[in-house]
């Protein structure tokens, strides 16, 4: 059964740190495409960073360009998501979705319409003192 567990997400103070993972079970991430996707309350499902399986090529959303890193390890089937220098604007559930996709030109464009294939449950992030 194909199945993403998002894991790593909480409680976390204006500027803190965390980093959320995404693990594959079911099939193998190599070929995969993966992006993670943030909904917060009242508010629409938007993409913040997705990556390619062919280059590790990577796309940011601006509001989290600088400050957010995503990246793969593919022995251990998972991505992950550091969320540096966080904000009370960045509360909301994350979820992580997967697609087989052929360059970063698509997957962008893809991470944009929310077009993926296979996704996650989600996890809560909630930024606040």
């Known amino acids: 059964q194909v199945q993403l567990v998002e894991s790593g997400g909480g409680l976390v103070q204006p500027g803190g740190s965390l980093r959320l993972s995404c693990a594959a079970s079911?099939?193998?991430?190599?070929?995969?495409?993966i992006g993670w996707f943030r909904q917060a309350p009242g508010k629409e499902r938007e993409g913040v960073s997705c990556?390619?399986?062919?280059?590790?090529?990577?796309y940011y959303a601006d509001s989290v360009k600088g400050r957010f890193t995503i990246s793969r390890d593919n022995a251990k089937n998972t991505v992950y998501l550091q969320m540096n220098s966080l904000k009370p604007e960045d509360t909301a559930v994350y979820y992580c979705?997967?697609?087989?996709?052929?360059?970063?030109?698509?997957?962008?464009?893809?991470?944009?319409?929310?077009?993926?294939?296979?996704w996650g449950q989600g996890t809560q992030v909630t930024v606040s003192s």
């Open positions: 979705a997967a697609d087989v996709l052929p360059d970063i030109t698509t997957v962008q464009a893809e991470c944009l319409r929310l077009d993926f294939e296979a």
């Open positions: 990556i390619s399986s062919s280059d590790g090529s990577t």
């Open positions: 079911g099939f193998t991430l190599d070929y995969y495409a």
